[in-house]
């Protein structure tokens, strides 16, 4: 028999926390109360304003992005002009070099003639 009772006990006492729990339920504010309205409307005004400072952040990023790749533009086209300013030179050189040398043995070959003539 005590047995038995142990069991009515353990059964009284979990429909009796059941009840506590309905109870503690139907206390909760519902979804439409003012209250709960409010937290909510206040939850989604920070998370408009957390999105609206995402995209700030995004477009900021963006905006370094677009300047970084406007400099590095800048600086390839500076580098290209500067290799092409080198190839100018080194290829004005070379032809200074070939007209210098044209300009010798014309000159060379000039005294060789006038040479000749004397000996003649």
Do not use: C, G, W
Request: net charge positive.
């Amino acid at each position: 028999m005590k047995h038995l009772n142990e069991f009515a006990d353990r059964r009284k006492a979990a429909a009796e926390a059941k009840q506590l729990l309905l109870k503690k339920f139907e206390k909760a504010p519902k979804p439409t109360d003012p209250e709960m309205l409010a937290k909510r409307a206040e939850r989604e005004a920070i998370a408009a304003a957390r999105a609206a400072r995402q995209a700030e952040r995004e477009r900021i990023k963006q905006e370094e992005r677009d300047r970084k790749l406007a400099e590095a533009a800048v600086a390839a086209e500076a580098a290209a002009a500067a290799a092409n300013a080198m190839q100018a030179e080194s290829s004005n050189r070379i032809a200074r070099v070939l007209a210098d040398e044209a300009e010798r043995k014309a000159e060379r070959d000039r005294r060789y003639a006038a040479r000749k003539a004397r000996q003649r």
